[in-house]
């Protein structure tokens, strides 16, 4: 798990870099890069019929379900890591310079609130990379808690989930019931 981190950590620095440099990387953010999608293309073997969604009738998690998740976390994690460095960018590039105290107060909490968005994105990257994981040590669409399949309409809808609904239902009840005692 600290190595997946590791990257995470390897990748923002590798992102901050970029933007330093008006968006060109740096040997160690080229490399590193490198190794990145070294990494993502050994998770992809063969191919999806277009327009191919998993259904129940198939066995479940099957190499075609496992190749369709495959592909989906990899376009959300790009989309994250890419939203990323245009924020980056975006906020190097931005020398704007506020006369009026309200101006600057607006603009630095703007700037506060997309930060504090791209830090969450960056901690779904690592669950996105958790479950890129699982799907390769086959553990990927069963329930971390029971074992049974989570359900391929919840994994459509949330990819990184490692709980089925009734445990997820479950565990939210538990946190509830926690919250409360906590207050009285």
Known sequence: MARRTDRNDQDTAAV???AKNGGTKTPAAAKHAGEAKERRTKLIDGELPPGYRPSESEPFMG???K????LKLLAWR???LREGRETLQALHDDTTQHADVTDRATSETDKSIELR??????KLVAKIDAAL???ED???GYCEETGEPIGLKRLDARPVATLSLEAQEGHEQRERVYRDDRVE
Do not use: E, N
């Open 63 to 65: 190499a075609s379900q």
């Open 133 to 135: 994981m699982r799907i």
């Open 117 to 122: 968005a791209r830090d969450r994105q960056r």
């Open 78 to 80: 790009d989309q994250i």
């Open 138 to 140: 086959g553990s990927y």
């Open 16 to 18: 901050a870099a970029a």
């Open 67 to 70: 190749l369709y998740f495959q």
